[in-house]
């Protein structure tokens, strides 16, 4: 079945507030991070480290991959340049034990003592991913909770950081947020056009897009409710990830984290 994405279900009348660089986070913005669940930086790596990033993910993509990539169906990734390459990758993971580039940001000093303090704890890195549309076709990733994807305990926090290593536009599929739902709890997820919080659940009236220019970063608590809508301009937006956990957290069934999020079984229908 083809879904298509509702015209309605992203905004860009709100834009979110940005810091100029990550060494102006205080108890005032960490206080904010906590509040409304998410926290942007205009800057946060240099134009070298954007570049050193990208020549990284370019690696791992290349076939065959110690990483796990999941390539669009029309892609010859064998005939592709570096950027051609990824413009036919759909998603990237578990990258960072796979190359140096990758494993140095995922350390980065500045990342990690943010991480922490909004965790208030030591932090572990839990994923690695890169979610990348391509000119022209790049698909929306459908509002959800980063904790529906999770194996882990309910009550441990989740930092996602997000960042941009192209101009992340309204236009080219930028982040959305609803700011304040990380403290609403968890929201039922549905298999539609990905696992996903319900259309008509979507509260769009609290829609607040997240532009960023290459390097910048927007970290995010692991309820918050986000999404990214399609690419259909003619430019790439390319971004990663990462999540983090307090040192120590331990895993737990699939089955609980179903029992919480999980729609099939639940009886209820979207």
């Given at each position: 079945?083809?879904?298509?994405?509702?015209?309605d279900?992203?905004?860009?009348?709100?834009?979110?507030p940005?810091?100029?660089s990550i060494?102006e986070i205080?108890?005032?913005?960490?206080?904010?991070y906590r509040?409304?669940?998410?926290?942007?930086?205009?800057?946060?790596?240099?134009?070298r480290?954007?570049?050193g990033?990208?020549?990284g993910?370019?690696v791992?993509?290349r076939p065959?991959?110690?990483?796990?990539?999941?390539?669009?169906?029309?892609?010859?990734?064998?005939?592709r340049?570096?950027?051609?390459?990824?413009?036919?990758?759909?998603?990237?993971?578990?990258?960072?034990?796979?190359e140096?580039?990758?494993?140095?940001?995922?350390r980065?000093p500045?990342?990690?003592?943010?991480?922490?303090?909004f965790?208030d704890?030591?932090?572990?890195?839990?994923?690695?991913?890169?979610?990348?549309?391509?000119?022209g076709?790049?698909?929306e990733?459908?509002?959800?909770?980063?904790?529906?994807?999770?194996?882990?305990?309910?009550?441990?926090?989740?930092?996602?950081?997000?960042?941009?290593?192209?101009?992340?536009?309204?236009d080219n599929?930028?982040?959305?947020?609803?700011?304040?739902?990380?403290?609403?709890?968890?929201v039922?997820?549905?298999?539609?056009?990905?696992f996903?919080?319900?259309d008509?659940?979507?509260?769009?009236?609290?829609?607040?897009?997240?532009?960023?220019?290459?390097?910048?970063?927007?970290?995010f608590?692991?309820?918050?409710?986000?999404?990214?809508p399609?690419?259909?301009?003619?430019?790439?937006?390319?971004?990663?990830?990462?999540?983090?956990?307090?040192?120590g957290?331990?895993?737990?069934?699939?089955?609980d984290r179903?029992?919480?999020f999980?729609a099939?079984?639940?009886?209820?229908?979207?």
């Amino acid at each position: 079945m083809t879904y298509i994405v509702p015209a309605d279900l992203y905004r860009a009348d709100r834009l979110a507030p940005l810091l100029d660089s990550i060494n102006e986070i205080g108890a005032a913005e960490t206080d904010a991070y906590r509040s409304l669940g998410f926290l942007a930086v205009r800057s946060l790596l240099t134009d070298r480290d954007v570049r050193g990033v990208l020549d990284g993910l370019a690696v791992v993509a290349r076939p065959p991959s110690p990483a796990s990539v999941d390539f669009e169906e029309w892609a010859r990734p064998e005939e592709r340049d570096r950027d051609g390459l990824l413009d036919g990758v759909r998603k990237l993971q578990h990258f960072c034990a796979h190359e140096p580039r990758l494993a140095e940001l995922a350390r980065h000093p500045a990342i990690l003592a943010t991480v922490a303090r909004f965790l208030d704890a030591e932090p572990v890195l839990i994923q690695d991913m890169a979610l990348l549309k391509p000119p022209g076709g790049g698909r929306e990733k459908p509002w959800h909770q980063d904790k529906a994807f999770f194996d882990i305990p309910l009550g441990a926090p989740v930092v996602g950081v997000w960042i941009a290593l192209d101009e992340a536009t309204i236009d080219n599929g930028c982040m959305h947020i609803l700011p304040g739902t990380h403290t609403e709890g968890p929201v039922v997820h549905f298999v539609r056009r990905d696992f996903q919080i319900c259309d008509t659940q979507v509260q769009t009236h609290r829609d607040t897009a997240v532009p960023l220019p290459p390097g910048g970063a927007l970290f995010f608590d692991g309820l918050l409710h986000h999404g990214t809508p399609p690419n259909l301009t003619d430019t790439r937006r390319r971004a990663v990830q990462m999540h983090y956990v307090p040192a120590g957290t331990m895993r737990t069934p699939q089955e609980d984290r179903l029992e919480v999020f999980g729609a099939d079984g639940k009886h209820v229908t979207c």
